[in-house]
């Protein structure tokens, strides 16, 4: 027998206790939409798991009505480190029960179990514990004292980190003193139901978070709801543009999160073996499906056929195939359209004159998947270079000089993330400096971390989350000096006007 | 750096064939220092990944009597007696008497002065692993410090080699290591290499340890892996057992990528035995899928992957004895030694 086709060792979905139905999570209840219902898949299987309601413009409404009076009565009048303790519990929750969501995550992604259980989960956890230590202490946001809650937010979130962009969009907002109404994605509604649950367990008053499940019209209803205070997307720069422009001129606070096609860096004196984990990390990672994933890799040109070697190398000892198997590298891709806009833009650059290389990966019968594949030869003129293709397609292109790497690097209309590779410290520092991206990582790639501010130049869009940055995405100027007994009372306006707006935070952020 | 007369190595094919004939230290320095660096948060990563497969059944059945087939079962000890080693190679034989389906293990390691012992108590099993038998590994040059001149570790080599041994496990000077003079450490190795030799023209096969943690850095890990191979090392290993940390996840892997390096370069294979502080069988099996995703399982023989354990084997019996029968037993039920 061969060792490498390793025994399957799968974690079993009969760990979960789904229901034949979801219906939508209002006031603290789970309610039946107004909608039709949808079924929602498991990409690797193509089969059905549950099915999901459809929330219409008049369920959207009542969502947005819970959470305004639970603003009003509940949340915005509980002192901050009450709900911390609730924010807490949810994360004690999360990893209580953090099996459960990683199993429910594959199950409904796609994604590895590998990932879920090693980085959505834990994330999503930290990312509560966090947010849960800020409550108490937001006077040292930065925004002075007693800085104030905007009040109800909307958040439209992505199906790439279902449960992660979910914790990443709340957590800040509660802690804060926002009250929720969020829409995860389509494809990916399963685990947001989970989450549901354990705001029951974790007796979060009613309507704090409330969860609304549909296509696109209903996050259009959603963010165009004239009693929404905040809006916060995360997803495609199509989509975010479209929000922009419907947002413009109401009062809505609005921060998007959207599209990248990143840069990695190698030069020639880098760390050879962990650059090449590390450009495999970029890229590979969650199918491709991430949006600060680093598509672009920017070789230097002495080293290229090298680093093409190793990473084609590499790359034959992924395995990809059952989600739930725990050796699972590269999972399905999410949706039969995700799968059908990879296939396009990769049969683009092949036409464009790309040279096209693909692992030699057994393809399942059934369920939507794409192998890793690898161009060389790509121009920065070629579709592949310039267009977010959110697939495991990676695009080389060389460079000479640390200028040219710089200009070739932020010759995009992204700027979301970048990597460096190299052992040179005064080097990587000169081009953190230099390069227009939001995170620059060196000699590592797609760390996150809850204390690091994360978010984009340019039309990968605008505000920060995580960190302190993230917070005050969600709060504003008081503009007046309490006294100090009032200070831990409330954190609700006095007559619901809103001060001026802060400027928001640019700040670059290095992570380790 | 100033310009002085360029020290000759002793030549070898390996080091002629990667940086020309006439060696000098200068060349071998230059090829040392001009190897790309290792960053350990990412090196330290991938090990951590590796560690995450899941082995099971049918696969964790063939990973345990793969430990046991590639496993130096090892006594180092001042206290050492000829009864013990004894005793040592009747366990290496039959590891488990109540299973005799278990395979023997690769070798036993002794110091020098023990293998005329172990030879007489191995008898007609001694011979090649490969074909079932089990080898004498015996350590040499003043193990484990390698303070010694270099006639008494060529000494001890040649003692060894003349009393049976299959197999030397050499140290290198780490001090001359770490005063920068690679010449040195170079010339020292090729020489216990000619040492091996035997009066019929065949060889000792050579492990070059490197004691990993006295040389501290990745960066000079890698160095000396590939030193010690140019040099002509069959084998690198990490450590004696007696500095503390011995073999880890991260050091092991970085000296396996540098032997695929070196295959990749020249198609040689040269092997790796990770030694000390491997007591586990899940620790083992992390190991296993480090060579099987590094260099390949092509690896997983004992002609190019050891284990140096004294404890580890036991462990393993005790994994193989749950899978057999579905349930655990315990320490009394396999022989201390």
């Not at chain 1, 509660?174 to 029951?200: C, D, H, R, W, Y």
């Not at chain 2, 090892?74 to 206290?79: R, V």
């Not at chain 2, 000792?204 to 340890?209: G, Q, T």
Request: include cysteine.
């Amino acid at each position: 027998m061969a060792f490498l086709e390793y025994a399957a060792a799968p974690e079993s979905p009969s760990i979960l206790n789904l229901k034949a139905q979801y219906g939508l999570f209002i006031d603290g209840e789970f309610v039946d939409g107004h909608g039709d219902v949808f079924d929602t898949i498991s990409p690797a299987t193509e089969e059905v798991i549950a099915s999901i309601a459809q929330a219409t413009a008049g369920d959207v409404d009542t969502a947005v009505k819970a959470a305004r009076r639970a603003y009003e009565t509940v949340w915005s009048r509980m002192s901050g480190s009450d709900r911390g303790k609730y924010l807490f519990r949810i994360a004690r929750l999360v990893q209580e029960r953090a099996r459960e969501l990683a199993v429910a995550e594959s199950l409904d992604n796609g994604k590895p179990i590998r990932e879920t259980r090693d980085v959505d989960v834990p994330l999503v956890a930290a990312w509560f514990f966090y947010s849960a230590g800020w409550a108490d202490k937001l006077e040292h946001a930065g925004l002075g004292p007693n800085p104030r809650a905007l009040g109800v937010a909307a958040q439209v979130i992505p199906w790439n980190f279902p449960l992660l962009m979910l914790a990443w969009t709340i957590a800040p907002a509660l802690a804060a003193g926002n009250t929720v109404v969020i829409k995860p994605a389509e494809t990916t509604s399963l685990t947001a139901m989970l989450f549901a649950e354990i705001l029951q367990q974790a007796d979060l008053p009613k309507g704090v978070v409330n969860i609304v499940t549909g296509p696109g019209p209903t996050g259009q209803a959603l963010v165009t709801h004239e009693d929404v205070n905040k809006v916060a997307f995360t997803g495609s720069t199509n989509v975010g543009r479209m929000i922009a422009r419907q947002v413009a001129g109401t009062q809505k606070r609005l921060t998007l999160e959207l599209g990248g096609k990143a840069a990695n860096i190698v030069f020639d004196d880098a760390p050879m073996d962990q650059a090449i984990e590390g450009i495999v990390n970029g890229i590979f990672f969650n199918q491709g499906h991430v949006c600060c994933a680093g598509s672009r890799l920017l070789v230097q040109e002495n080293v290229h056929d090298e680093v093409i070697d190793r990473l084609k190398a590499r790359l034959s000892t992924l395995r990809m195939g059952d989600p739930l198997d725990k050796n699972t590298d590269i999972g399905a891709i999410n949706s039969a359209a995700q799968l059908e806009r990879i296939r396009t833009l990769s049969d683009t650059g092949e036409n464009e004159g790309a040279e096209r290389w693909t692992a030699d990966c057994r393809i399942p019968d059934k369920g939507f998947w794409f192998a890793p594949t690898i161009f060389t030869k790509v121009s920065a003129a070629h579709s592949i270079a310039r267009e977010e293709i959110f697939g495991p397609v990676l695009s080389v292109l060389t460079f000479r000089t640390p200028a040219e790497a710089i200009t070739k690097a932020n010759n995009t209309p992204y700027g979301l993330s970048a990597g460096i590779w190299t052992e040179k410290g005064s080097r990587m520092l000169a081009l953190v400096d230099q390069l227009k991206a939001g995170v620059v990582w060196a000699n590592t790639f797609n760390r996150f971390d809850p204390a690091s501010p994360f978010g984009g130049y340019k039309e990968s869009g605008y505000g920060r989350e995580g960190g302190r940055h993230g917070l005050t995405a969600y709060l504003e100027a008081s503009g007046w000096d309490a006294p100090a007994a009032l200070s831990a009372a409330s954190t609700a306006p006095a007559d619901g006007k809103r001060a001026a707006r802060k400027p928001k935070q640019t700040r670059k952020a290095v992570a380790k | 750096m100033t310009i002085t007369q360029p020290v000759g190595l002793a030549p070898t094919d390996r080091a002629e064939r990667l940086l020309g004939g006439d060696l000098t230290e200068t060349a071998l320095r230059l090829h040392l220092e001009g190897l790309s660096g290792v960053d350990a948060v990412g090196l330290e990563q991938r090990a951590a990944g590796l560690s995450t497969r899941s082995i099971k059944t049918t696969s964790k059945a063939w990973a345990l009597d793969t430990i046991i087939r590639t496993c130096d079962l090892t006594t180092l000890e001042g206290a050492d007696t000829p009864g013990k080693v004894r005793s040592l190679v009747a366990k290496a034989i039959t590891p488990d008497a109540t299973d005799l389906t278990t395979p023997s293990v690769a070798a036993v390691c002794v110091y020098g002065d023990m293998v005329p012992y172990a030879v007489e108590a191995l008898g007609a099993r001694h011979g090649d692993p490969e074909k079932g038998l089990v080898s004498v590994a015996a350590v040499a040059t003043a193990f484990p410090s390698g303070r010694a001149s270099l006639a008494i570790k060529l000494a001890d080599t040649r003692e060894a080699v003349a009393a049976g041994a299959d197999e030397i496990d050499m140290v290198i000077d780490r001090g001359a290591f770490l005063s920068g003079q690679y010449g040195v450490v170079f010339d020292q190795i090729v020489a216990v290499k000619e040492a091996c030799a035997r009066p019929d023209g065949s060889r000792a096969h050579l492990k070059v340890i490197l004691e990993t943690g006295e040389l501290q850095t990745y960066d000079n890990v890698k160095r000396a892996s590939w030193l010690a191979i140019l040099a002509g090392a069959d084998f690198i290993k990490t450590s004696t057992g007696k500095v503390s940390p011995a073999a880890t996840l991260p050091v092991t892997l970085l000296m396996l990528e540098v032997i695929r390096d070196w295959h990749r370069i020249t198609g040689e294979k040269v092997g790796m035995k990770p030694a000390g502080g491997i007591r586990s069988s899940k620790d083992a099996v992390r190991y296993l899928v480090t060579v099987a995703e590094t260099v390949g399982e092509e690896w997983l023989t004992p002609h190019l992957w050891r284990f140096g354990a004294s404890s580890l084997v036991n462990d393993v019996l005790l994994q193989r004895q749950k899978m057999r029968t579905g349930h655990y037993s315990g320490p009394d039920y396999v022989t201390v030694d």
